[in-house]
């Protein structure tokens, strides 16, 4: 007896620009943040969400990673370009320019015969900020509109390999007085779906902070049909409660205040991803994030 057996194809209609972004190979971002995101990461596709209260870092962090990105390899970084999206304008360029003369003199220390004199430190800095895009956004329309756009810039700049989004959030209170979605989670969705629409052709790391209040029933908000969500990352950071009633310092009231503000500044960091869960403590410095 004969068994006519049927096999089902799925054709999947592909335009040029989709096979473009498909086969090109964006710069790697591999060694980005060893301690927070491990020896490998991260990933083409990887979404990072940066979440917690005010003042505990999280732009801080976000602007860290560019830091990192941008500035070229002999000067301690990546030589990436890195495309932000600033709604919450806490990224100031003073800032930025803080923490990339920080991370260079952090790279010399640990460099032996690598000395940096003020024009060398003022050339790197400008090279590095050549691969910075920063759009910004002062209201939902402004938001939702850069975010539909950057499949079209993603295709135009090879280079771009993380997208920062810093605050997803910014503008929910405006949308909810001007009638606008209600609920924080279908907020976040709608934002989320549109951001990861406009990036998943392009083996991009999206980033996006946000703060803590805005909370989700599901952590499948992250996921497409065509993602598994495995590589995706939660970094939490807390500021720590500590009794520091009844402290004295024997080196005097100086010593004691300083000791104090120390103890009053100690922040948590928890990063819960598919490959398990760590916690670090850190402080907050002008030189950015001095882990403990």
């Known amino acids: ?4 057996r049927s096999m089902d194809f799925q ?14 190979t964006r710069p790697s971002l591999k060694g980005l943040d060893e301690r927070l995101l491990g020896v490998d990461g991260p990933l083409p596709h990887d979404v990072i969400e940066i979440t ?3 003042s505990v870092g999280k732009s801080v962090l976000a602007l860290q990673w560019v ?3 941008i500035l070229s390899p002999p000067r301690g970084g990546l030589g990436v370009e890195v495309l932000l999206i600033d709604a919450d304008h806490h990224q100031s360029l003073f800032t930025l320019v803080q923490l990339l003369q920080a991370r260079m003199k952090a790279f010399t220390a640990q460099t032996s015969g690598l000395r940096l004199t003020s024009s060398l430190v003022e050339t790197s800095i400008k090279d590095a900020l050549k691969r910075l895009t920063i759009i910004n956004v002062y209201d939902s329309t402004n938001l939702y509109t850069a975010i539909l756009a950057l499949d079209k810039m993603l295709l135009s700049k090879p280079q771009i390999s993380m997208v920062v989004v810093d605050s997803l959030t910014a503008f929910y209170w405006s949308d909810r007085l001007a009638g606008g979605l209600q609920h924080m989670d279908s907020y976040l969705r709608r934002l989320l779906s549109a951001l990861q629409k406009s990036t998943k052709e392009h083996k991009v790391m999206v980033v996006f902070t946000r703060p803590s209040y805005f909370q989700s029933a599901a952590r499948s908000r992250f996921k497409m049909k065509e993602d598994n969500g495995e590589s995706t990352r939660l970094v939490s950071l807390n500021r720590l409660e500590k009794d520091i009633s009844g402290g004295s310092s024997k080196d005097g009231d100086n010593q004691s205040a300083t000791n104090k503000d120390m103890i009053e500044n100690i922040f948590s960091a928890t990063i819960r991803s ?3 869960q760590k916690i670090l403590k850190y402080h907050i410095t002008k030189e ?3 882990w403990l």
């Open 1 to 4: 007896m004969l068994v006519k």
């Open 11 to 24: 054709v999947r209609a592909e335009s040029g620009k989709q096979l473009l972004a498909r086969l090109s």
């Open 52 to 54: 917690g209260d005010v």
């Open 67 to 69: 830091t990192r990105a």
């Open 274 to 276: 598919a490959y398990g």
């Open 288 to 290: 950015g994030m001095q």
